[in-house]
């Protein structure tokens, strides 16, 4: 039987395959290819598989003279300018044998093909089935290009290449080339997508596919949200994914109440169905805190710069850690580290910080270095103390490279200035959720354009546009309704002209106010334009307030509390997952049963006149959990407390786009091209 341990080793075992194609060669990956790599195996494990070189995948590049062999590993599709990339480089070169894998099917390009290329050209591929196209026009292309028919060119298509196993114990998968996608808050918008949506959604589906088809598991998949119900419908409609099915079932009929071995709920749900889960500033997460106070990793979604100066001899100092390569989260080939990060997933941040601490003490006591055991409260410079003491001896660092990466991380974390920030937000985010309760949203607006005040006239209380922009999405997520919609509309009007000064006053544009007034400097922006994006804001956090209204049970993630009880904040996923496992199996009419075809509509429809039972999400002991748009470390550990409390025998695999911290959402939610997909080289 299939588990979910063995689905989650899918991608690197695929990533094994890719690798053993590298000797010999000079390898050019792109950057999402790099990002997975990156979390499964490990940037290294190219040269350690015999790899003479690892470039860019980028025109600028090429092979050196005594390189006669070229592996190309893409994301994308082979056309447009993903052919013209590998045209440019080849040209450039002297190769002689050339291979091009490509992670992605014609439906699963996250990047759509350019105007004018040829369809034929397209990488393709889906390992199986009758819908994979032929590679043979791009073989002839590369030997053409290579400069005679005596070259050799192979193409291939390699799946799963492009996910990334982020938590070995909390079973997460992440998909880099979907990071973009976040389901349009209004049902409307999801359920007449744009081609750009249309494209990342084809895309979610064939990854689905591609994972289910590589587990050889039949699927009943079930949605929450209408963006999830359309991935659902492109996975159901496939022409590979029915040919699956019928091989996962041995090609027999089978009653309900005795499923075919190899078959796995498959349960899709909305991000945009709570975004107040999304962007607060939870207090008991360390990964949260890590992932928003260190730089992210360049070309990474999910990843961040870990400086290891102290490590060294050299003197701190702007120009010296420019010398010295950032470490990072990610250590997939020490099971030692592999273990640390697992505990600060899942742990609280008191219980993940101790575990740091425990950690360095045992590799220091197993280097036998001068460690002086400290007792109460881990501090950032008792972790810092402790990482140092492997300065200067090198095997040690060697040995212990993982452990002080992810324990600088957490060291530079706890002193971070912005650590003081996040408490002030989440003190914020409670008395916002209090104040709900005691009035209503018109009151809480007023509240917020305090802070925007405030902020104008340099306040001690000074809150910056991108933190209130922040909170206002976590208010609105809440989806509090109000009883005086006139006094609402009023305050969104004096906020917006608020903010819209408050920008106009910036005297410099963070990312997400280039995004939003499309200006990149100050000078170029002007009062109309401020105003003009505040207004488009207030658009978009009117759809956030009624993302679930047209859920008939699972409308709520606030609960008002009472004289005894204090208002409270309900995430979704939680309520959805008591709802499925949690007494009988009662059906939850926001859970959306997508049927395989025809013979599933006929079963359903016998099921009326027949003993035979509708499906249902916990029918089976293999959970794959696809939360569409993003899942935060605090859901991934409340996932499995309640999976686990409340049917202890059923296993899951979280699937998600990326591992979210709260600056991500509103990025996200209020780019005009939030769903462009990703063309750069």
């Known amino acids: 039987m299939m588990t979910a341990e063995r689905v989650y080793r899918l991608p690197s075992l695929k990533w094994d395959e890719a690798l053993s194609r590298v000797s010999g060669a000079a390898v050019f990956i792109d950057e999402l290819c790099a990002e997975s790599l990156h979390w499964n195996r490990g940037a290294a494990s190219l040269l350690e598989a015999g790899a003479r070189s690892v470039r860019r995948f980028s025109s600028f590049e090429s092979g050196a003279e005594d390189e006669p062999k070229a592996v190309f590993l893409v994301s994308a599709s082979l056309a447009g300018r993903t052919a013209d990339v590998i045209r440019d480089v080849v040209s450039l070169s002297r190769f002689r044998h050339c291979v091009v894998l490509s992670a992605a099917t014609r439906t699963s390009s996250p990047r759509p093909p350019a105007d004018g290329a040829n369809p034929e050209l397209e990488g393709g591929g889906g390992g199986g089935g009758g819908c994979r196209p032929p590679f043979e026009r791009f073989e002839e292309q590369l030997r053409e290009w290579m400069g005679g028919a005596s070259c050799a060119a192979e193409v291939a298509h390699v799946p799963l290449l492009l996910l990334a196993p982020v938590a070995p114990r909390l079973l997460l998968l992440l998909a880099p080339a979907l990071a973009r996608l976040l389901p349009p808050p209004l049902p409307r918008d999801a359920r007449s997508p744009s081609p750009e949506l249309r494209v990342l959604l084809k895309a979610a589906a064939a990854e689905l596919d591609a994972l289910l088809e590589a587990a050889e598991l039949r699927e009943e998949c079930f949605a929450v949200g209408p963006t999830s119900r359309l991935i659902a419908a492109e996975l159901e409609a496939g022409c590979r994914a029915r040919s699956r099915r019928k091989a996962a079932s041995g090609g027999s009929s089978r009653s309900r109440s005795a499923p075919p071995p190899g078959t796995a709920t498959v349960l899709l749900v909305d991000r945009s169905l709570d975004l107040a889960g999304a962007v607060a500033h939870h207090g008991d997460s360390l990964v949260e805190k890590i992932l928003s106070a260190l730089p992210p990793l360049p070309g990474h979604r999910s990843d961040v ?23 990072c989260l990610a250590q997939p080939q020490d099971a ?6 697992d505990s600060m997933l899942s742990n609280k941040q008191k219980e993940a910080v101790m575990e740091v601490r425990r950690h360095l003490v045992e590799a220091a006591s197993k280097e036998k270095l001068p460690i002086k055991m400290g007792l109460g409260r881990v501090t950032a410079d008792q972790l810092s103390s402790y990482a140092r003491l492997f300065k200067g001896n090198a095997e040690a660092l060697e040995r212990h490279c993982g452990l002080l990466q992810l324990s600088l991380a957490t060291a530079h974390t706890l002193r971070h200035p912005s650590l003081s920030r996040w408490d002030t937000c989440l003190a914020f985010e409670r008395l916002l959720l209090q104040a709900l309760g005691d009035s209503d949203l018109a009151a809480v607006l007023k509240q917020i354009r305090v802070l925007v005040g405030a902020s104008a006239t340099g306040s001690r209380e000074h809150y910056s546009v991108d933190e209130v922009l922040t909170l206002l999405v976590y208010v609105y997520g809440l989806g509090v309704a109000t009883e005086h919609e006139s006094e609402q509309q009023q305050e969104e009007s004096k906020l917006i002209g608020a903010l819209a000064l408050a920008v106009t006053m910036e005297t410099e544009l963070s990312p997400l106010l280039r995004t939003l007034t499309g200006c990149e400097t100050p000078a170029e922006l002007t009062a109309e334009r401020a105003h003009s994006a505040m207004q488009r804001v207030f658009d978009t956090l009117r759809g956030v307030a009624s993302a679930r209204a047209h859920l008939k049970q699972l409308r709520s993630v606030y609960h008002a ?7 409270t904040y309900r995430p979704f996923l939680k309520q959805l997952l008591e709802e499925i496992y949690q007494g009988e199996r009662a059906d939850c009419p926001d859970v959306e049963h997508v049927s395989a075809g025809i013979t599933e509509l006929l079963k359903t429809g016998f099921s009326m006149f027949m003993k035979v039972s509708r499906p249902h999400p916990s029918d089976h002991a293999l959970l794959i959990l696809f939360v569409v748009g993003g899942v935060t470390p605090s859901e991934l550990r409340l996932i499995r407390e309640v999976v686990s409390t409340l049917r202890p025998g059923t296993q899951v695999l979280v699937l998600s786009t990326r591992l979210l911290k709260p600056t991500d959402v509103p990025e996200l939610l209020f780019s005009k091209d939030s769903l462009a997909p990703d063309i750069s080289i």
């Open 305 to 327: 710069q870990v400086d290891m100066l102290e490590l060294t001899g050299l003197p701190p100092s702007p120009e010296n850690r420019h010398l010295v390569a950032p470490g």
């Open 336 to 341: 030692a580290a592999q273990a640390l990060w």
């Open 561 to 567: 509390g009472d004289g005894v009880h204090q208002a």
